[in-house]
């Protein structure tokens, strides 16, 4: 599946003054790619991802989806940024959630569910509570939710936001194993360059108010890679190119007037 | 914190103690303070007799009779309040007009309607028991983090699954609060309304007690309020002990 971004607008109602989210984004990826989408806080990227699964809907422009989807699998599935496991469901109720809604027996379900939280490592945690793990682990069952019913479209929103570096370098091969296995459409949202370099096929450079994308990268590390093989100064390259043309907004966001 | 019951329990022994002394020497009024023993002995035979089981009988079926009929609509009410904002907002005005009233003070009114037999006294405390329920339901609704419905959008749940995997189990404890405050509520206005116009019930027995200076047996039905009070919130703890495996408010 590809999808094509045609001129996606969004404007925000605030008290003090409308904030433009989106303006005229215009993008699209190729069949079953890994795109990343990096671009400082605010700039608009998970807007444009929620517009892209659909939970929330743009001002003007269309989102078209090549093919148009078959609908034994669901279009699309997100991983949130944020803690989004039900507290009151096991990991193996959370992760059979994901199916849902595509006519199988709970049986069925549960035993697709175990599938995939094997595959995520975790399969000692099935009957436990997400409060009995830590986010790292909880992460990985968001993971194992969206890819189990093996969606065409996988949303990812800065998943790996919340987890401390070294568990980020042990979660990013997890999800490039996983993904080498179903290469489903993959969007990718983060503010960490150089992960966005590491796992993408290309990365779309994003700068905000108004949302908008300055650039797309194509990278050129081939797969299946190894993030620990990889070549240093080719990353460093690209890192500090996307790195100028963001540079002046990121010191703008934070209050730092531009070098 | 861990109870360590012996010192309360320790405390309690050598008030009681204490107590029992000063009555049989006399040096406390036995009238207002009747020794230990005597309200034992009374609590026993008024079990006995089944005087004690036909009041708190009559009691208890109010609370819970009440509880039905003013809990469960508030249940539905309070939790489609909590998740429409719609519903909420043309609701809202009455529920803020409504609750602030005294309860008991609709007891007339009541009776008016009902007549003056045990529908008023139910009616009224139905009315008790309903806001503090009501509250609850839909504050519980409304604590849910929204991500959750986000999640329950993206896969595509219909609304009777947003309701039964999402808002029913995520309010679940502040419902479970609900209940609590709600049974004790009616427990509160049900003694209330038997002080003043009932003919069997625990709050009669206290009212007669003390209508015959029989002060140890006034007593003795204090106690066993106490005791039911204690026994219903013992098991409410553990039907939400049941109920609710996970632990509440522990999402980073």
């Excluded at chain 1, 969004?10 to 990096?38: G, Y």
């Excluded at chain 1, 009995?132 to 065409?152: D, K, N, T, Y």
Aim: hydrophobic share 45%; with cysteine.
């Amino acid at each position: 599946m590809r999808i094509v971004c045609q001129n996606l607008s969004k404007t925000f109602q605030t008290h003090n003054s409308p904030i433009v989210a989106l303006q005229d984004v215009t993008f699209a990826t190729e069949d079953s790619e890994f795109v990343c989408i990096v671009g400082p806080s605010g700039c608009g990227k998970t807007t444009l991802l929620k517009i892209i699964a659909g939970l929330q809907a743009p001002d003007s422009g269309n989102i078209i989806f090549e093919p148009a989807g078959n609908h034994k699998r669901p279009n699309n599935a997100m991983v949130f940024q944020e803690d989004s496991l039900f507290p009151w469901m096991t990991v193996l109720d959370n992760v059979a959630f994901g199916l849902g809604s595509q006519g199988l027996g709970k049986k069925e379900r549960r035993q697709r569910a175990r599938t995939f939280i094997e595959k995520v490592g975790l399969m000692t945690f099935a009957n436990s509570y997400p409060h009995e793990l830590s986010m790292g682990m909880r992460q990985r069952v968001g993971i194992a939710r969206a890819f189990v019913a093996r969606p065409h479209t996988l949303l990812m929103d800065e998943p790996f936001g919340s987890v401390d570096a070294q568990t980020r370098w042990i979660l990013q091969e997890e999800l490039l194993n996983i993904w080498s296995e179903h290469h489903n459409l993959v969007i990718f949202i983060t503010h960490d360059i150089e992960e966005a370099v590491l796992l993408g096929d290309r990365v779309l450079v994003m700068s905000g108010r108004p949302g908008e994308i300055r650039e797309e990268i194509t990278i050129p590390f081939e797969r299946p890679r190894k993030l620990s093989n990889m070549e240093q100064s080719q990353i460093r390259e690209i890192k500090w190119h996307i790195w100028n043309l963001l540079e002046d907004q990121a010191r703008k966001s934070v209050g730092l007037s531009s070098s | 914190m861990r109870y360590e019951y012996w010192l309360p329990s320790l405390i309690l022994l050598t008030a009681i103690g204490c107590w029992e002394w000063a009555a049989r020497r006399e040096v406390i009024s036995t009238l207002f303070f009747p020794a230990p023993s005597i309200i034992v002995r009374t609590l026993i035979r008024s079990f006995a007799s089944g005087q004690m089981i036909a009041h708190s009988g009559a009691t208890l079926s109010r609370i819970f009779l009440a509880f039905l009929i003013g809990g469960l609509p508030a249940t539905i009410i309070g939790l489609a309040m909590g998740w429409s904002h719609r519903f909420r907002s043309g609701i809202d005005p009455f529920v803020a007009a409504a609750h602030p009233l005294p309860k008991i003070a609709l007891l007339p009114l009541a009776m008016i309607f009902f007549g003056i037999g045990e529908s008023s006294k139910v009616v009224t405390v139905a009315a008790a028991a309903f806001f503090p329920m009501l509250i609850n339901c839909m504050a519980g609704v409304q604590q849910i983090n929204f991500v959750h419905f986000e999640v329950a959008q993206n896969f595509r749940a219909n609304p009777w699954k947003v309701f039964t995997r999402v808002v029913w189990p995520g309010s679940l404890p502040m419902v479970i609060t609900g209940a609590r405050l709600s049974i004790n509520v009616a427990f509160l206005i049900t003694i209330s309304i038997e002080l003043v116009s009932a003919t069997k019930g625990l709050g009669v027995m206290i009212w007669f007690a003390w209508e015959t200076l029989r002060t140890e047996e006034l007593y003795a039905g204090l106690i066993v309020i106490a005791a039911l009070g204690i026994g219903i919130n013992f098991i409410l703890r553990r039907l939400r002990m049941h109920l609710v495996p996970w632990r509440p408010g522990h999402e980073s």
